[in-house]
């Protein structure tokens, strides 16, 4: 046990160290270029839930697996290509027969534009009747997983969550499973608009969070999240979240640990965009025995592709928790780690472990010979 506050099984009575819940979809990237006029694409693999579990394996070094659902078709074989290749273990993967042209159930999509200046990114997804979004309770023996093979760390969030009523469900029960076993629970909230738009918009995506947050140990989330997804105001914030004061942040968390006593641990990262390509970037969070702490306040910091800048974050985060760091610490490893992410194209991070450290302890950018 690395502490009596979060308490995480020993590495040795488990088969890994983290186990993430989620979809993992092809992404096209028209490069510098427009989805609407691309004639080319880059492909890459990403994914919420995914990107936190590739993140731990690549470049932190740790056991990793994805609990998911492709179709058994070229497509899927080149998401589980691209899988494999960051080393992520594909073991947990549900295989659905391919109907031939998708009408039953198909491989996810996401068309992701970087933009530049004063051009916004864009995302566009292609991910209905997925085959992931058909999970239902039972078809995935969590107590087998949790129990006999064991995890340390589960890592789900609300992107999964709002893939259908069925994905909502099959979280909690993994969650229950891993409560049962001895199993941190991570969840980020990751609220996307365009995800819950048809389900019951704002309302339906905070019924179904705040449901799950029962069962959440570490709990994370970014600047706009605590409030779409689980309802707690930021003061003194206005709506276009173009001043965020860290204080104001630490006023909502302990406006939210008091009414769910279970989190042990709630971390989030500020972005204030000026640009696409320049955002000022920090993290704050807090635990019972710590207070708050926040990372280094990295103001102007020059982006390349913001996709997967959170999902980085947690996995340091994660990281840090996971080899008994202070919270302090691990705050940190989650910014320079998401920071860096920021840096290289597609939703993962191409960072390496002396990389993220020597950011986190106020490195600088100069060559290295």
């Known amino acids: 046990m690395s502490g009596s506050w979060l308490p995480i099984r020993p590495a040795d009575t488990c088969r890994w160290d983290v186990l993430s819940l989620g979809e993992v979809m092809l992404r096209l990237d028209p490069g510098e270029g427009r989805i609407r006029t691309a004639r080319r694409f880059s492909v890459w693999e990403g994914g919420g839930e995914y990107n936190v579990a590739r993140g731990l394996r690549r470049c932190f070094g740790l056991r990793t697996a994805v609990a998911t659902a492709l179709v058994d078709n070229e497509v899927g074989h080149l998401v589980e290509d691209l899988i494999l290749t960051g080393g992520v273990d594909t073991g947990l993967i549900r295989w659905v027969p391919d109907d031939g042209i998708g009408r039953r159930s198909r491989n996810g999509l996401n068309f992701t534009e970087r933009g530049f200046g004063v ?48 994905t909502a469900e099959v979280a909690l ?57 689980l309802g707690f105001e930021v003061p003194n914030t206005d709506e276009a979240l173009t001043s965020l004061e860290a204080t104001n942040f630490e006023r909502m968390i302990r406006t939210a640990v008091q009414e769910f006593d279970n989190f042990s641990v709630v971390a989030t990262t500020l972005r ?32 390349l592709d913001r996709v997967g800048g959170g999902d980085s974050f947690a996995s340091g985060l994660a990281f840090g928790l996971l080899t008994g760091e ?12 998401g920071a860096l992410a920021m840096t290289t194209p597609g939703d993962t991070s191409m960072a390496t472990l002396s990389e993220v450290r020597a950011l986190a302890a106020g490195g600088s950018a100069r060559v290295k010979r």
């Open 272 to 303: 204030t965009v000026r640009t696409a390509t320049i955002n000022d970037w920090g993290a704050i969070a807090w635990s019972r025995p710590s207070g708050f702490v926040r990372a280094r306040e990295r103001l102007g910091l020059e982006i």
């Open 173 to 229: 029960e993994a969650m229950q499973s891993a409560k049962r076993h001895g199993t941190v629970i991570s969840y980020d909230l990751n609220y996307r608009p365009s995800l819950w738009r048809d389900i019951g918009g704002t309302s339906r995506a905070r019924e179904v969070n705040r449901e799950l947050a029962r069962h959440v140990d570490v709990m994370i989330g970014n600047e706009e999240d605590f409030t779409a997804a």
């Open 119 to 166: 051009r916004g990114a864009v995302g566009c997804s292609d991910r209905g009747a997925t085959a992931v979004s058909q999970l239902r309770v039972g078809d995935i023996d969590w107590d087998d997983i949790f129990g006999r093979a064991g995890v340390r760390w589960f890592h789900t969030g609300g992107i999964f969550a709002a893939l259908s009523d069925t």
């Open 326 to 337: 202070p919270l302090s610490t691990a705050v940190e490893l989650g910014a320079a780690h």
